[in-house]
Each structure stands twice: as structure tokens, then as C-alpha cells.
């Protein structure tokens, strides 16, 4: 982007307040937005700085909260939280510590109970035919649990879904 340095500078930080106010974002994630839209990496750094200073950009914080969100409001499982959170370029220390916060409030087991019953209501998952169990399956490992939670999950009775443990 041509300009002034100090003109350029002001124009990236309008441009990184207006993706902040639409929602929170990673350092990762404000850096590759402000360089798609042609800002200068001096700038981009510049304003990143300053938003860090302000406290409007914390990879930390960031993690956690798009952790929960994803745990609890999507009911994603542990694989696909820790996916999504790579996507915005969070660390590895970040991104366990995120997830580990996930299972202090809402287990996977937790999760895994309460989409099963979104899907198959009362009925237990043993009762399911072959098809049954393996569209399951399917749909759970698509919403990122692990595999052998989810065949336990074909064993499970309604009080295991209730116990907070992995």
C-alpha cells in the first residue's frame, strides 16, 4: 500500500479495528489479514504492537475463549477444536492449554452425550442398527472426537454420558 509511513500506519490500525470489532482474532490471523490488504510488514508489525500493548490482541486469551466456543456452543470434540485453533496459528503450549480448559468445564463425554441425544433422542446407541452406528460414527468423528471414544460410545448407558472424566 503507497503512502506515508505514519498515513499508512493509521489506515492498517482502521483496517485491524474493524476486524476486531467484528471479532476477536489471533497475532496469526491479524498479520495475514493486514498483509492481504497490502499493508507493509513495518506497519503490520507496528500496529500489532500497539494492539498487543492495548490488550486487544492476547493469543492467550483468544485460545481459550474459541476453545470454549467451540466446545461448548458447536459441541466439537478435542481433535477438531485443536485443529481449528492450529488454523489461526496458535502455538502448541496455547492450544493444549486451551483445550485443556475445554475439559475443566464441558468433558468430552459431556459433549459426546448431548449430541448424541440431539440426534438419536432417548433411544441407547447399542440399539441402533449397523447403519445406524456407522452414520453415528460418521457424524461424530466429523464434529472431531477420537475413535475409541466414540466405539465406547456405543456402550455407553445415559450415567456415563454424565461423568466428566476421559
Known sequence: MSGGGENTREKAM???LRLLAFRARSRHEMQSRLAE???SGESVNAVIGR?????????G???????R???VNRLYGNIRIEASLREKGLSRE???????????ELGEKKRIGI????????????ALDRAGKRRLARFLAGKGYRTGLIHDVFGMTEEDFEHEGE
Open 14 to 16: 482502521g483496517k485491524a
Open 37 to 39: 490488504s497490502g499493508f
Open 51 to 59: 494492539l498487543e500493548e492495548l490488550g486487544y490482541i492476547d493469543d
Open 61 to 67: 486469551a483468544f485460545a481459550a475463549n474459541w476453545a
Open 69 to 71: 466456543h467451540l466446545a
Open 94 to 104: 496455547l492450544i493444549a492449554e486451551a483445550v485443556e480448559g475445554t475439559r475443566a
Open 115 to 126: 449430541l448424541v441425544r440431539k440426534k438419536i433422542g432417548d433411544r441407547p446407541p447399542s
